[in-house]
């Protein structure tokens, strides 16, 4: 099964929101997914994204191939999470 890492849209008219999932690239946007991974809300100022990074990393490790935007975002991500604290030895 061909996975991908997608924005599937929720909220009303005029006011979307979408939800970063792992879904079988033959689902349609909005029907079924296997997993949601994060949030994405546009109309925040400053917008916010909001992905679980173990799920996330797991999801790329068993090659699931991100949309164009939803790489932009996983960069966007990883780029504003503060670096890992490495022990001295």
Known sequence: ???TL?????GGKKAPFYRVVAADRRSPRDGRFIEQIGVY???RKPAEVKM????LDHWLSVEAVPSQTVGELIRQVRRSAPPAVSKPA
């Open 52 to 55: 679980d990074a173990a799920r």
């Open 6 to 10: 997608r924005l599937t849209r929720a």
């Open 41 to 43: 809300d546009p109309l």
């Open 1 to 3: 099964m061909a996975v």
